[in-house]
C-alpha cells in the first residue's frame, strides 16, 4: 500500500541536515523526493562520518546514508543560469521545493519565492535557515555549534553561577535536526492549506527560534523567578541525579516524600537516613553534598537493571541512562522493529534508525538507499524532463550537471 504522502512530488536543494532531514521524513511516508547536489564535490554531508572502518569515502558517509533514505540524487549547479533554469523546470512539475540555502547566496542565485512561483503557482516553498529571513542576523551564517548556543539549549546544560558546569553542546547535529523537524511539520500543513485554498506559499522556518521553542518551562524561570534553570542534578532538586551502578549509569529521581521513603526501604532503611538533615526533601537538597556521598557506594554495588526493576515496583522514577550499544540490543526497539537494515552498493549493508511511528494503513518504509552522487541525473533529466543524451553530455561538460 502506498505510504501516507505518496502523492507529493518534493525538489530539495540540501546539505548537511535541516532540509534534508525535512525532506527525509516525508520521502519516509512516501513523497518522491529528488535531491540536487552541486557537481563534483555533492552534498558536505558526504564529508562527515562515521565511515564504515574509519575509511573516509563520500558514498559511505553514515550522515549522509542516513539522511538521504527514498530520494532519487541528481547533480546540479544553480548558479549558472543553465543549472537554475533546470531547477525551475523541476519545480514546474512539484508540489514542494524544500532547501536550506543561506540568505546571501539566495539572493546571488535569485532563488526567491516570487521568483519559483512564476514556474509554478501552486508551489510550496519551505526555507529552512540558521536565522530566518528577517532580522538583524538574516544574513548570519552558522553551524550547529552556533545555533545550539544561540537558541538557548547550551546554557542550560551548565550556567554562569555554577562555574563547574561550563555551558555544553549536545554531540552531533541536533540543532538541524530540529529545524528539519520543525520544517516538515510546517510544510505537511501547508500542504494541507494547498489542497483547501489551491494556492501554495512561502515556508519560512528559523533553526534558532525551533532550537528557543523545545526547552520545557525554562523561558518562564525567569520572567516569574528570575531564576536560570539549568542541568538537572542541582541542590534545588536534589536526589536528582546520574550516578554509578556496577556496569552503567542510572538517574534516581524521588523528589516527593513517598518515593524518598520507598527508595531507603529498597536500600533496606540506613540509619543514616533518619538523620535531621535529611528529613524532608528541601533539607535533603541543601543538604545533597552530604546525601551524595552515602548514596554514591550504594548505588555502586548495584546493577543497572536490577536497581530500576526495583524502583519500578515500588513506583520511583528510575531511569536507566542507555548508551547507543544499550539502544541497539534493546528488546523493546527490536520488538518493535525500530532498526533497519539498510543495503547500499558502496556501503554495503547497515542498520539506521527507523521511524517513531507506525501507520495502520499507509505504512513507512524504506524503498531504496541514498543515493550516490549524480545516480538519477538521466532518469531525472533525461527521461523526466526530457533532455536528449547530447544535450546531458553538453551539460555535464560545462559543469552544470
Not at 530539495?12 to 557537481?39: F, N, Q, T, W
Not at 547550551?154 to 520543525?182: D, E, I, R
Not at 527507523?354 to 538519477?376: C, N
Request: aromatic letters at 8%.
Amino acid at each position: 500500500m502506498a505510504g501516507a504522502l505518496s502523492s507529493l512530488k518534493i525538489v530539495e536543494v540540501g546539505e548537511m541536515v535541516s532540509a534534508p532531514y525535512c525532506s527525509k521524513l516525508l520521502a519516509d511516508m512516501g513523497a518522491e523526493v529528488v535531491k540536487i547536489e552541486r557537481p563534483g564535490a555533492g552534498d558536505r554531508a558526504r564529508t562527515r562520518g562515521p565511515y564504515p572502518g574509519d575509511i573516509v569515502h563520500p558514498e559511505k558517509s553514515g550522515l549522509f546514508l542516513y539522511l538521504n533514505t527514498n530520494k532519487r540524487g541528481v547533480t546540479l549547479d544553480i548558479t549558472q543560469p543553465e543549472g537554475f533554469a533546470i531547477l525551475e523546470k523541476l519545480v514546474a512539475d512539484a508540489d514542494i521545493l524544500i532547501h536550506n540555502v543561506a540568505p546571501p547566496d539566495m539572493d546571488r542565485v535569485g532563488l526567491s519565492y516570487e521568483r519559483m512561483r512564476r514556474a509554478n503557482p501552486k508551489l510550496i516553498m519551505t526555507s529552512i535557515l540558521p536565522f530566518g529571513l528577517t532580522g538583524p542576523y538574516r544574513n548570519y551564517r552558522a553551524e550547529d555549534l552556533t545555533i545550539w548556543c544561540a537558541g538557548g539549549i547550551c546554557v542550560l546544560n551548565g550556567a554562569p553561577q555554577f562555574p563547574q558546569l561550563p555551558p555544553l553542546k549536545t554531540a552531533g547535529q541536533q540543532a538541524g535536526h530540529q529545524g528539519g523537524a520543525h520544517g516538515a511539520v510546517a510544510t505537511v500543513a501547508a500542504a494541507f492549506a494547498q489542497l483547501r485554498d489551491g494556492a501554495g506559499q512561502h515556508v519560512e522556518v528559523s533553526i534558532q527560534e525551533s532550537v528557543a521553542s523545545i526547552p520545557e518551562m525554562t523561558f518562564e524561570y525567569w520572567p516569574y523567578m528570575k531564576m536560570l534553570a539549568t542541568r538537572w542534578g542541582q541542590k534545588p532538586l536534589a536526589p536528582v541525579a546520574p550516578m554509578e551502578c556496577k556496569d552503567g549509569y542510572i538517574f534516581l529521581c524521588c523528589i516527593e516524600e513517598h518515593q524518598w521513603r520507598n527508595f531507603v526501604d529498597i536500600m533496606g532503611n540506613p540509619e543514616w537516613a533518619e538523620e535531621e538533615i535529611f528529613k524532608d526533601r528541601l533539607v535533603r537538597a541543601v543538604n545533597w553534598d552530604a546525601l551524595k556521598v552515602l548514596l554514591e557506594p550504594w548505588v555502586a554495588q548495584q546493577t543497572v537493571l536490577d536497581l530500576y526493576q526495583k524502583a519500578q515496583a515500588r513506583r520511583v522514577p528510575f531511569a536507566p541512562v542507555s548508551t547507543m550499544g544499550d539502544l541497539l540490543s534493546s528488546e523493546h526497539l527490536k520488538a518493535r522493529g525500530f532498526f533497519v537494515e539498510i543495503a547500499q552498493p558502496v556501503a554495503g549493508t547497515h542498520l539506521y534508525p527507523g521511524a517513531p511511528l507506525k501507520y495502520a494503513r499507509t505504512p513507512w518504509e524504506i524503498r531504496r538507499p541514498a543515493p550516490t552522487l549524480g545516480q538519477h541525473n538521466a532518469e531525472v533529466f533525461g527521461k523526466q524532463l526530457g533532455l536528449s543524451q547530447a544535450r546531458l553530455d553538453e551539460l555535464k561538460r560545462k559543469g552544470v550537471i
